[in-house]
């Protein structure tokens, strides 16, 4: 076993040539220091998790990312935002920056976008009006829509491009209600719009399935009962009728099923026309959207409020229901209505971002000031320099002169460790976290632990009668074994933690994992070499009483520790406990 | 410090020795007893989640003037006044001397938003210095699930290891009892005190898993070396042997521990003195309470846990009788020669030989005189297996000693 040659000089040169490679790396890629998590450097993280859903198929990684990749576009405009997937449903938008709720409101309401059929609404019986009639306030008082806008040129850059009748999709009650609603009862902005009415009972080809006669009487009892707090997002299936609120609150829908999906939007965009006060938000469909949409738009444009109103469905909750004003067959629709240029926008984002491929559920938000993150660092490096300091002590205390080596090893560690945390920061994203830093201190006991195995082998291997030169070798070769051993069961702890967990967990176990494997390297070629030189030198070699291989103490005799300036090489006569 | 190096030495020789495996009994008994407890105080007090496990918005804001516990009642006024609560109440408690923290049920988005500007106005700070952490009433089952998968995954990967490490599924299976022992046990004291479980508490007892298995493989290592060849002779028990290793490793485990705990003892100072509440303090309370346990059983539980294991194999068994006997006849031996003990204690060869009988067939062949022994049959397997020591031992000593180990099997055969 223990028949290799040591060559301590080489395994030294090994370790350093691979920290001064590491310090050149960190040059020339001017990192010196380890990339921070928002927990120590302040900052809004947000975690959502993918969560099955109705009709929407298994959560696969390709989902995930192409959400990933919508988030990222739809935040990335906002701020330096970070987006990236953790395990195999869940996604992390981190922010610096504390105090961003529009970040946390655009990254949380990022589900799915449909387009259903208004079939009644009613305002939610709230404090102000009880509103007595609801067969009623679903086609008048809900409906509101904006007078100013709707009649007025509605062409806009979108019109020239469709074929059809004047203006592509038409506008807009309350879409971000900004102004009192204001309730002028028959809106009726395009002349063709209400007169049909319900003219056609069944318009019911292909898939698209437009209702012409509004809410059933149960789905109004039922409406009558609704309360917003009842919507649940599980219940929630796309081909099936739904009945939810506005994302204020203030009014209930009976919405069809749902006739444009989110996905089927190519773009949106927010645009002020010509000649125009107002923003109004340009549409672009694709794929089976657009001649559903034109289906839809085409039947839809002759009923009567509100089945002519398309409700813009995000996330369950009814964002916007724009009324059709006249069939949109190009896929090319404009939503006009009172918005501000903020409005529009947003309202463009959520229709272009909002169609994520799952759904998810924000799970976890956490806003870190940058005073407390410093304040957490700095208790981490505490922490980290107390316990540092603790070892050290102890070692030297119990192994007096060998506690030099477990010095310059855990010295050596550390260097390797900081290396390692920039670089990887550097190259992989590695962020270090309070919990990592945990990790990184809970993994000096670790890395000390190595030492106390093989030191404690040594002095065993001395006290069974071996010189010490003998012993540095024969004691490692059975330590290492152990070392290993012990090691190989930390990793795997380490391994387990970072594939199963979530959040902080993994920070954790990415630096204990990684301290581990610097133990490993720094013990085969840091220690080990170190105490082979150091056993040639007359302090340690003959067992100096500060060495931590004071003979007596271990029970042997001096000259037993050193044979080459002992004459009696005979380890017979001196057995230990020998009369 | 001189005379806890002489302990380890002693301890290493076998000269001083702790019966830990022999008195299993009790061990097994005082953990049983620890466990009952334990179990006992998660079922009637239960864990108190913190509210990342129960979901809810927990800020903590700093107070700009006055004690933070004066302005708990304004800032819990704030908060139910902003309506966003609907009939629920607010936890309002203060960390340290200058922050309030406030717990709610989950809020929306918006709710947050008003929170916190109502808390700002109430403590005049700017909305930026509150933190805040949002929680999804599912998440926390979500970390619960991952805890428990990662738990079940690392134990069969770790039953895996050690079994392929020691060839040996007996030392799995203790290990992972004491395992378990030891997370149900720190589990136990955060019931009964009523620490916080936190999310930390659960890396912290993951983390433990680790630190118990790795403590458990350095001694079991050490119980392998001294037991790898015992049954082809009868000078000890299994048990015997195995209580040797825990002997000897008594100080490596230890002085492990005592620096392991360090580092955390550093984290929990920090993380619970200067810092208040967080990470830091959940992380290192359960790491400090789990080493400190898994020591514990990696002495007094996985040890006499393997040898109760060990001791029913029929070669074990066949071993626990040649040694029974073997010292039987020593005992007789000794008694009939009367005076003659003492003298054969004191170290001549006769003396040793006389101890050990049956220990080898070439000695007894080359000292053949005595009839005393019982089975020279029983020499089987190799001969030269555990030559004898000629240094001086006592015959009727149930626990083995250590002898240099130049005079045992040369170290090429060490695997």
Same mark, same amino acid.
């Given at each position: ?370 005073? #407390? =993150? ?8 505490? *922490? @980290? &320099?107390?316990?540092? $300091?603790? +070892? /050290? !002590? ?7 002169? #060998? =506690? ?8 050596? *560690? @550390? &260097?390797?460790?900081? $290396?390692? +945390? /920039? !670089? ?7 962020? #270090? ?9 809970? *993994? ?7 030492? /106390? ?127 | ?415």
């Amino acid at each position: 076993m223990a028949t290799k040659r040591p060559h301590p000089w080489r395994s030294l040169a090994v370790l350093l040539v691979a920290l001064l490679v590491g310090v050149g790396l960190m040059a020339t890629l001017g990192a010196w220091t380890p990339r921070l998590g928002l927990d120590l450097r302040g900052g809004t993280s947000i975690t959502l998790t993918a969560r099955p859903s109705a009709g929407q198929g298994a959560i696969t990684p390709e989902k995930l990312a192409e959400a990933v990749e919508i988030i990222r576009n739809r935040v990335g405009a906002i701020a330096e935002a970070e987006v990236t997937t953790q395990g195999n449903d869940h996604i992390v938008v981190e922010v610096p920056g504390v105090g961003q709720d529009q970040i946390v409101r655009l990254v949380g309401s990022t589900a799915e976008l449909r387009f259903r059929q208004v079939l009644a609404a009613a305002p939610v019986a709230a404090p102000p009006q009880p509103k007595p009639t609801p067969s009623k306030s679903p086609a008048t008082s809900k409906a509101t829509p904006k007078p100013t806008v709707g009649p007025s040129v509605k062409p806009s850059n979108k019109a020239t491009k469709s074929p059809a009748p004047r203006a592509p999709g038409r506008a807009v009650p309350q879409a971000f209600r900004r102004n009192a609603p204001t309730p002028t009862p028959t809106p009726t902005p395009k002349a063709t719009v209400p007169a049909p009415k319900a003219t056609t009972p069944t318009v019911d080809n292909g898939k698209v399935r437009v209702s012409t006669t509004g809410a059933s009487p149960e789905q109004m009892a039922a409406l009558q009962k609704f309360k917003c707090a009842d919507y649940t997002p599980g219940k929630d299936n796309f081909k099936q009728a739904l009945f939810t609120c506005d994302r204020e609150g203030t009014t209930k829908f009976v919405l069809g099923p749902a006739i444009v999906l989110g996905s089927e939007i190519a773009d949106a965009s927010a645009q002020l026309p010509q000649n125009q006060l107002a923003w109004q938000v340009g549409l672009r469909l694709k794929g089976a959207g657009k001649s559903k949409f034109a289906q839809a738009s085409t039947q839809m444009y002759q009923l009567q409020q509100p089945l002519s109103q398309f409700a813009i469905v995000l996330d369950g909750k009814v964002v916007s229901y724009p009324v059709i004003q006249g069939p949109i067959t190009d896929g090319q629709a404009s939503i006009t209505g009172n918005f501000s240029q903020q409005e529009a926008t947003d309202l463009a984002n959520t229709l272009k971002y909002g169609a994520l491929p799952l759904r998810f559920e924000t799970s976890q938000v956490s806003a870190v000031s940058p005073t #407390l =993150g410093s304040d957490q660092l700095t208790g981490g490096l505490v *922490a @980290g &320099a107390i316990g540092l $300091a603790l +070892v /050290v !002590l102890y070692s030297f205390f119990y192994y007096r002169g #060998l =506690g030099l080596v477990v010095v310059l090893s855990l010295a050596a *560690a @550390g &260097a390797l460790v900081y $290396a390692s +945390v /920039v !670089l990887l920061g550097k190259s992989a994203g590695f962020t #270090l976290t309070l919990a990592g830093i945990a990790g990184l201190i809970v *993994a000096i006991g670790i890395t000390a632990d190595s030492f /106390v195995v093989y030191f404690e082998r040594l002095r065993d291997e001395v006290r069974d009668g071996r010189s010490l030169r003998t012993a540095v070798e024969t004691g490692w070769v059975r330590a290492r074994r152990t070392i290993l051993a012990a090691d190989s069961v930390s990793l795997l702890a380490a391994v387990v933690l970072y594939a199963l967990s979530v959040g902080n967990v993994r920070g954790f176990a990415y630096a204990l994992g990684l301290t581990t494997l610097i133990d490993i390297i720094i013990v085969f070629v840091f220690t080990k070499p170190l105490v082979t030189l150091l056993a040639r030198t007359r302090f340690f070699g003959e067992g100096h009483r500060f060495s931590g291989l004071d003979p007596t103490r271990l029970g042997v005799p001096r000259e037993r520790l050193a044979p080459r300036t002992a004459t009696r090489a005979s380890t017979r006569a001196s057995s230990p406990k020998g009369a | 410090m001189s005379r806890l190096g002489a302990v380890g030495h002693k301890l290493y020789t076998g000269e001083v020795s702790l019966n830990f495996v022999g008195r299993r009994k009790l061990w097994y008994l005082i953990s049983a007893v620890v466990l009952v407890i334990a179990i006992g105080a998660v079922l009637i007090r239960g864990l108190a989640f913190s509210i990342e496990f129960r979901g809810g918005v927990d800020f903590q804001a700093p107070v700009a003037s006055g004690s933070a516990q004066n302005a708990i009642p304004g800032v819990r006024t704030a908060v139910v006044d902003t309506g966003v609560l609907g009939r629920a109440e607010p936890i309002v408690t203060s960390i340290g001397a200058n922050q309030v923290r406030v717990e709610t049920p989950p809020l929306s988005t918006d709710n947050i938003a008003k929170a916190r500007t109502a808390i700002a106005k109430q403590l005049k700070v700017g909305e930026g210095q509150i933190d805040y952490s949002s929680i999804g009433p599912t998440w926390g089952a979500q970390i619960t699930d991952k805890a428990l998968l990662s738990l079940g995954v690392f134990l069969v990967l770790v039953m895996g290891v050690i079994w392929l490490y020691f060839r040996e599924w007996r030392m799995s299976v203790s290990g992972l009892v004491a395992l378990l022992h030891d997370v149900a046990i720190t589990v136990g004291i955060y019931a009964l005190v009523g620490f916080d479980v936190t999310p930390a508490t659960i890396i912290g007892v993951l983390t433990i898993l680790g630190y118990s298995l790795y403590d458990t493989v350095v001694v079991f290592d050490k119980v392998r070396e001294n037991t790898r060849s015992i049954s082809s002779g009868s000078r000890w028990t299994y048990s015997e042997a195995a209580n040797l290793a825990v002997n000897q490793t008594l100080v490596r485990s230890i002085n492990t521990s005592i620096i392991a705990l360090l580092p955390v003892a550093g984290i929990l100072f920090v993380g619970a003195g200067l810092l208040g509440a967080g990470t830091l303090k959940d992380l290192s309370l359960a790491l400090f309470i789990g080493i400190a346990v898994g020591t514990y059983s990696s002495i007094f539980i996985a040890t006499p846990l393997l040898c109760d294991l060990k001791e029913r194999e029929p070669a074990m068994r066949a071993l626990s009788r040649r040694v029974e006997q073997r010292r039987a006849g020593a005992a007789a031996k000794s008694a009939a020669s009367g005076s003659a003990g003492p003298a054969a204690v004191s170290g001549t060869p006769g003396g040793a030989e006389g101890g050990e009988p049956a220990a080898s067939g070439e000695d007894q062949g080359a000292n053949g005189t005595r009839q005393s022994v019982p089975a020279t049959s029983r020499a089987q397997g190799r001969p030269a297996g555990r030559p004898q020591s000629t240094s001086s031992r006592s015959a009727g000593r149930s626990q083995p000693q250590r002898k240099p180990r130049s005079t045992r099997r040369p170290k090429g055969h060490g695997r």
